[in-house]
């Protein structure tokens, strides 16, 4: 996912943009630029590879003179990473410099259209089609200009946009992109988001889809499509700067995972008071709630994984049917939707395309829109009906811990919480998983002291080629994410199955020294998971089981290795166990020389489809 960071100010522009820049890596990229205006000079510099290149090509800034500047990050979408891919992408007068995060549908149709022209194209991005475009329109009046271009481009795009001949201000555009504007005092900014710029300001404005922004160094306008002023709030960010730092860990998932016993206390504390859960600011009545047929669970990735355990957790509170859909699919599903369906919305950064996407269909079916997010006033949030923020603040690294943890526990507050305006459970119970919440996060903290333990046993297995995970109900939907986690940062092959799918097939892969994570917390099936042990044992696999403390004497007859979490309501498992399958793969992946934070290939968030 690209990077955007512009500044408009009366200091030189290139150093603050490298410092921007370097607080956006973690979303991933492959080439990198900056454009700053010296008075009627356009000063373009753009490499391929890390941002490091970029910063040594212009002495970390201070050979771009200028105060109005925009940089990029690329994480390649249209044409290969190169050089003359990089942003920003500039017009044929080289007056106009471009940075875009998202895709230009049309490009093609409107490249023709500017060929046809006499327009040359010297890049194979999508993003030059816009920088050339704004030029073809351009008569003196650069938000004119831009309001034609977007009037003509489809797609999915956050600009940045900077003109030699209006060298004092610079224009953002959004549309399904995130982009923020940062106010300050005699300075201006657009960063695709907070990190980038909260060394500078907190005081922020959350851009909506089709609004155009002009940033100077007195302050920012914002328009709609038509030009017509848009007022704005601004919003306070209050997390510390060093959340977005690595605070003295090796690498930020490492990082997140040690956070998340403070952010489950984060997510869970304000919302149980005297016994109760209390959801401020919620927007759904018990009217509403009372009259819910269906929930669908909507998200991607980890934040799905989620969702199949909100599912067993759910369905046994409520008593009504619980459907949860990877949001690829359920946009392009025919789902039965009707004023009765609640759509759970579950995303960590509130942009995953997909799951926006997802989240729109279903509020066009007619459905009512809750999502569960972490990024504060990110688009999701801002679409749904009512929101649950995760409050696990800035999560960096690429593979999702705290977020994934954080999403549990809201969802069983929310479960509780509906249960109790349902009545569907019995006091004793209600009480049992509340007082349950109100420990897990020392009962985490009691989990990650299992670190030495659980690097220990990466050291056996890093080399392994494929490792599967198998288990039961709450643990087989464990598995799931314990497997994503191993794969998104490892590269080892995994898979997760649900156990007693082993005899169906599955069960062929099993052979001497194949490595099987057998997740058993789930006491009422515990017998079986023992079982399904035996019988990968007995085709020569390696078991490395994850059970509860009471269950481990029993466990270590069979398994080749024990990894343990205290008792906790069984609903509650997973928020527990996710914890020693993170640092696994954590660790496989150290000693595997991998690239944590930022593994190939993938995005913090995918914005793109
Ligand atoms: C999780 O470790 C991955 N980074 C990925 O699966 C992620 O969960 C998925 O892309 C969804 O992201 P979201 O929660 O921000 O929507």
Not at 279 to 292: H, K, M, N, V
Not at 334 to 345: A, G
Not at 380 to 407: C, F, H, M, N
Request: overall charge negative; charged content about 20%.
């Amino acid at each position: 996912m690209c990077g955007i960071v512009g500044f408009v100010g009366r200091e030189e522009a290139a150093p603050i943009l490298l410092d921007g820049l370097a607080r956006l890596e973690y979303r991933g990229y492959d080439s990198a630029g900056v454009a700053v205006l010296d008075g009627q000079k356009l000063r373009v510099a753009k490499a391929k590879g890390r941002l490091r290149v970029l910063a040594d090509m212009i002495q970390n800034g201070r050979a771009i003179h200028g105060t109005v500047g925009i940089g990029h990050t690329r994480w390649a979408t249209h044409g290969a990473p190169s050089d003359v891919n990089a942003h920003p992408q500039v017009s044929r007068s080289g007056k106009i410099a471009v940075v875009h995060n998202g895709i230009i549908e049309n490009y093609a149709q409107l490249k023709e259209f500017l060929m046809a022209r006499g327009v040359d194209f010297a890049s194979e991005t999508d993003t030059e089609v816009v920088a050339q475009l704004i030029e073809h329109f351009y008569q003196g009046n650069l938000l004119d200009a831009v309001a034609k271009v977007l009037h003509r481009i489809e797609g999915a795009y956050s600009l940045g946009i900077v003109c030699a001949d209006e060298p004092d201000q610079l224009i953002a555009v959004r549309k399904d992109s995130p982009l923020i504007l940062g106010v300050g005092d005699g300075f201006s900014f657009l960063a695709s988001d907070v990190t980038a710029i909260i060394k500078h300001t907190r005081d922020v404005m959350y851009m909506d889809d089709g609004e155009i922004a002009v940033l100077t160094c007195d302050g920012i306008q914002v328009y709609d499509s038509f030009l017509q002023p848009v007022e704005k709030t601004i919003a306070r960010v209050d997390w510390e700067i060093d959340a977005a730092e690595k605070g003295g860990y090796e690498h930020f998932m490492l990082k997140e995972i040690m956070e998340q016993p403070d952010a489950l206390r984060k997510a869970i504390f304000p919302r149980i008071r005297d016994g109760e859960v209390v959801l401020e600011d919620f927007g759904l009545t018990d009217e509403y709630i009372r009259q819910i047929e269906k929930i669908f669970i909507v998200a991607c990735g980890s934040s799905y994984h989620v969702g199949m355990v909100g599912k067993y957790n759910l369905e046994q509170m409520l008593r009504i049917p619980v459907d949860v859909v990877l949001a690829s699919e359920f946009r392009y599903m025919d789902p039965i939707v009707t004023e009765h369906t609640l759509v759970i919305v579950i995303s960590q950064s509130g942009e995953t395309l997909d799951t926006m996407a997802a989240l729109r269909a279903a509020k066009g079916l007619g459905a009512t829109i809750l999502s569960i997010v972490n990024v504060v006033g990110s688009s999701i949030a801002r679409e749904s009906d009512t929101v649950l923020y995760t409050w696990a603040g800035p999560e960096i690294a690429v593979a999702t811990t705290k977020a994934y943890s954080t999403q549990l526990a809201v969802l069983d507050l929310l479960g509780l919480y509906f249960a109790r305006k349902l009545g569907t459970l019995p006091e004793e119970r209600y009480q049992t998983v509340i007082q349950s919440l109100l420990l897990l996060p020392s009962q985490m903290e009691q989990v990650l002291e299992c670190q030495a333990n659980i690097q220990y046993l990466a050291s056996q297995y890093f080399n392994h080629d494929s490792i599967f995970f198998i288990g039961r109900n709450l643990d087989y939907a464990l598995g799931l994410e314990g497997s994503l986690k191993l794969k998104e940062i490892s590269y080892i092959h995994s898979e997760a199955y649900a156990s007693g799918e082993l005899k169906h097939g599955t069960i062929s892969l099993i052979e001497d020294g194949t490595l099987v994570v057998a997740v058993a917390t789930y006491n009422r099936l515990f017998d079986k998971a023992m079982s399904n042990v035996v019988e990968v044992k007995s085709r020569g696999a390696d078991v490395l089981a994850l059970t509860t403390e009471d269950k481990a004497a029993d466990m270590e007859k069979y398994a080749n290795g024990i990894i343990t979490i205290p008792e906790t309501d069984e609903m509650l498992r997973p928020s527990l166990g996710v914890a020693p399958l993170q640092l696994l793969a954590y660790y496989i992946a150290l000693m595997r020389g991998c690239d944590i934070d930022k593994p190939r290939n993938l995005a913090k968030s995918v914005t793109v489809e």
